[in-house]
């Protein structure tokens, strides 16, 4: 009898630490932890402070134990991202910037010269001519054989 009045007595404690527990948080409050179960017991989240823990059952009742991380890996890694990126940026503004602007900011166009267009008619004029001969060329070729 005196084991289950014990019983009873813890029982009634852990409700009423429970109770006022649950009184003192705010309503739909998020939890402290969360948990996700692996291979041979929890990993556990604290979402305060951000420090993981693994817990398994062991002799005596569940313990958990910090999972140690390398923050200097990941600071390390951190920086080597935020100078890509930075790279990654100024190359982009490189590109986009025009070679040429006007005192608005708007791209300026070079127009082509006078010489710039003989040289492109005179080079026209070349590739014609030699089409030209190559057709000419090809039809004696055809009434020779025909």
């Given amino acids: 009898m005196r084991t289950s009045t014990l019983t009873i007595a813890a029982v009634l404690a852990c409700a009423a630490a429970q109770a006022q527990t649950q009184d003192s948080a705010p309503p739909n409050a998020p939890s402290r932890y969360t948990f996700n179960r692996v291979d041979d017991g929890f ?3 604290d979402n305060q402070s951000g420090q993981i823990a693994f817990c398994a059952p062991h002799t005596a009742g569940w313990a958990c134990q910090a999972v140690p991380e ?5 600071e390390k890694e951190i920086e080597r991202l935020q100078g890509e990126v930075a790279n990654l940026k100024k190359e982009m503004t490189a590109q986009r910037a025009p070679s ?3 005192k608005n900011g708007d791209a300026k166009v070079k127009l082509p010269t006078k010489e710039d267009i003989e040289r492109a008619r005179a080079l026209i004029e070349d590739v014609w001519r030699n089409l030209m001969d190559m057709i000419v060329n090809i039809q004696k070729d055809m009434m020779r054989k025909g």
Avoid: C, N, P
Avoid at 70 to 74: G, K, S, T, V
């Fill in 43 to 45: 990993l556990r989240l």
């Fill in 70 to 74: 390398d923050r200097a890996a990941l």
């Fill in 100 to 102: 040429a602007t006007d």
